[in-house]
Structure formats: structure tokens, C-alpha cells
């Protein structure tokens, strides 16, 4: 079996402290063996270090041909209605977006995805295409009228019963994401997550997003009453009186993983719940929290509370980019008194908590699958330490490994 020695300036584990002038011996896929010193054998990386691949919890790969974020961004559904009249006009295939998508990802250093799928098409470009990240992949179901439900059940039990083929595969595992309390009837919601937890795979979805969502669920009104009359779907009667945030929480507590993906709006009574339901993380998106102009996010409350944290780029549709690395520097910037650590964490062992993976990938650990991305560490940094070097806005992701191979 062939083995690699690595050495690099500094090597973040993540589970553990960084490590400098340390090496990484790797043995065919996994790690063999992370330490502070020197191999004769070594293969000197530079001024570098070295960390676990990146994991992108939450991303739309279908959107990836878009060259700048769609608006505008206020109202929200208006934002929803520009996505509607892209994909209506696009002249991009679906294949050629998400191939686009998972260029793009590993170029950025991310070795691991939490796919939104509105087609097959994502798990078979994700499962036949060399090189790509491993993946659990989600499949998206609409449907706030009762007349959708049976059709959207039925389509997700199809879909996981391609779970045997993704086996083959390797790297990927399938979801369901019922896509948020203001597309998915109620009865549809509550029925698709016994599904999954029938079958034991995970959920995603999206939740507290918007304060247009609250409006709906709490009051019956606000933007999103006028986008589903328009569309033909209001009815008041599908939404139960007193409906909150936290009734949707609750059944995902049954689940082995779920992902309540952005958590904008989350308040005390969501944020207690979850600091007791530890198999449902939270995916926060950080630019596009930003971009959407959402008052500041309880990413930092939550960790308090124990709450799993993992990040994600969500879509081209609402960042410039799908760059996790480049999420990592942007709360850097935004959060300077911050650990690295912590920063890092959310952007590796905190997605693969979240994705169900902690056990392969997610740090530099022995026994793990040697998925890394190595950071090339700016050169004029005189006097910084190894953990203010890596998030420097002159740090980059220079190359990339996954199960022991370096693929650029």
C-alpha cells in the first residue's frame, strides 16, 4: 500500500491543537500517523498548512451557471420569484451546472457536500463523475397544497430507493429535504420526515429563514400570503392557528441527523430546543445571511449552548461564489475576535458531525479518510502565529487531497 509523508509549516488537526512543523503520514486512503517533527522521507510542502478537506453543508448545486447573485434581495419572495424565472429561462442544463458546481467545490478546497437536489441528475453526477466530493444528497419536495402530497411522497420514496446504487458509488449517501414551512403542507412536512426516519436517512430544511416566514406561520399574512395566492395555493386552512418555528423542529428530533439550514430568525424557544435535540445541527450560510441583509445571526449563541454549527455557501442564486474557504475569511473579517479554531471547525468537523460523517472525515485524525486541502500561508506575515496565518486574506487553497490522492 503506498504511503505519503507530508510535512508542512503548520498542521491543524482541528480535533486537537495545531500543530507546527509537523507531518502527516498518509497509507492508501486514510491517515496513518499526525506529528510535531520531521521524516527524513518527507515531502516538504513549504509554507503551507495543512487541514481536513473543507465540508459545505448546504448548497444548491443546480445554480452554479450563474454568473451573480439574483435580486432583488427585498422582499424575500421576490428573491423567490427571480429563482422561478431562472430556471424557467436558463439555457444551462441541470448536468452542465452541477458538474460546474463540483469543479468549483474542489477547487475551493471542499471535499465533502450537502447537496439540494431537484433532480437525479445531482446523485449521478456526483456518483459518476472522477473526480468528485462525497456527498449526502437531498432531495428537495414542494408542495403546500394537499393535492401534492401523495405525488411528493412518492417521488421521495423513489428516490431512496436509489440508495443501494449511491452505496456503489462510494462516497454518497441520500436525504430528504421537505424545503420550508412555506412550500411544504404541513401533513406533507410531518409525513416525508417518518419517511426518512423509516429509513434512516437524514433530513434538511430550510427554517427561519426569513421574518416574512414568521409573518406566515404566526399570523397568517405577509409577503408570502400574496406569492401563494399568486400562484394559486393560499389557503388558510392548511396552516393550523398558533403555528411556530418550533412545532417544525419537533419532529426532527426523532431523526438520527437533521439539518435545520440557515436559522436566521431562531429565538430562545428554538435555541432550547435544539440545546436538547443534539442530533439536529444548524447550518448557518454566512454570506448570504449577508447578502439578504438578515440582522446579525445566533451562530455564536448557539455554539454556546452546545448547538452543532456547520456551514454552507447555499447557492450561487445568493453568493458570488461556492467557496467555502472563502466563507471561512469572510467571518474572519466579520468576527475578528473569534478563534480560528472555532472558525475552522465549523467549516470541517462540525459539517461532517452534521452530514453523519465524523467518524471518516472532518480532521486530521488518524484512521480517517486523508481528505485534505492544503493552504498555501502568505509570505510577508512577520510575527503572526500559525493560527493567524491560515485565515489571512493571502492565504488560499493550493491543492487538494481526497482518499490519499492529490487531484490538482
Not at 396552516?239 to 418555528?245: A, D, F, H, S, V
Amino acid at each position: 500500500m503506498e504511503r505519503q509523508i507530508l510535512k508542512a509549516r503548520w498542521v491543524f488537526p482541528v480535533d486537537r491543537p495545531p500543530l507546527e512543523g509537523a507531518v502527516v503520514e498518509v497509507e492508501g486512503s486514510r491517515i496513518a500517523a499526525v506529528y510535531a517533527g520531521d521524516h527524513p522521507q518527507a515531502i516538504d510542502l513549504g509554507n503551507s498548512a495543512l487541514i481536513p478537506g473543507l465540508v459545505n453543508a448546504h448548497t444548491h448545486l443546480e445554480f452554479s451557471h450563474l454568473e451573480r447573485p439574483l435580486g432583488p434581495t427585498a422582499p424575500f419572495t421576490d428573491w423567490i420569484r427571480s429563482i422561478m424565472k431562472s430556471r424557467f429561462e436558463s439555457h444551462v442544463s441541470v448536468k452542465q451546472s452541477i458538474q460546474q458546481g463540483i469543479a468549483e467545490s474542489l477547487a475551493a478546497g471542499t471535499t465533502c457536500l450537502g447537496e439540494i437536489a431537484t433532480s437525479v441528475e445531482s446523485v449521478h453526477q456526483l456518483g459518476q463523475t472522477e473526480p468528485a466530493p462525497r456527498a449526502v444528497v437531498f432531495r428537495e419536495c414542494l408542495g403546500f397544497s394537499a393535492d401534492r402530497i401523495a405525488g411528493q411522497e412518492q417521488m421521495a420514496a423513489e428516490f431512496l430507493e436509489q440508495q443501494t446504487e449511491g452505496e456503489m458509488y462510494g462516497r454518497l449517501r441520500l436525504g430528504l429535504s421537505p424545503h420550508a414551512p412555506y412550500s411544504v403542507h404541513p401533513d406533507l412536512y410531518l409525513n416525508l420526515v417518518q419517511q426518512a426516519r423509516d429509513q434512516g436517512v437524514p433530513v434538511a430544511v430550510h427554517l427561519a429563514e426569513t421574518q416574512a416566514e414568521l409573518d406566515l406561520l404566526e399570523r397568517k399574512q405577509g409577503p408570502f400570503v400574496e406569492l401563494l395566492s399568486e400562484l394559486g395555493l393560499w389557503d388558510p386552512r392548511i396552516l393550523n392557528e398558533g403555528m411556530r418555528l418550533y412545532d417544525y423542529l419537533v419532529p426532527l428530533a426523532e431523526l438520527t441527523s437533521a439539518l435545520a439550514v440557515h436559522g436566521n430568525y431562531f429565538g430562545k424557544e428554538e435555541i432550547e430546543f435544539l440545546r436538547q435535540a443534539p442530533q439536529i445541527s444548524v447550518v448557518y450560510c454566512p454570506r448570504t445571511h449577508h447578502y439578504f441583509g438578515h440582522p446579525p445571526h445566533p451562530w455564536l449563541t448557539l455554539i454556546s449552548q452546545g448547538i452543532n454549527v456547520a456551514l454552507g455557501t447555499d447557492s450561487r442564486a445568493s453568493n458570488p461564489d461556492l467557496s467555502l474557504w472563502n466563507e471561512l475569511l469572510f467571518l474572519r473579517e466579520a468576527f475578528p475576535g473569534i478563534s480560528t479554531g472555532l472558525i475552522l471547525e465549523c467549516g470541517t468537523l462540525a459539517g461532517a458531525r452534521a452530514l453523519e460523517l465524523s467518524d471518516e472525515i472532518g480532521s486530521v485524525t488518524v484512521g480517517k479518510r486523508a481528505d485534505l486541502a492544503l493552504i498555501q500561508l502568505p509570505d510577508s506575515a512577520a510575527g503572526l502565529s500559525g493560527s493567524d496565518l491560515l485565515l489571512n486574506s493571502g492565504s488560499h487553497v493550493s491543492r487538494l487531497m481526497l482518499n490519499g490522492c492529490w487531484i490538482n
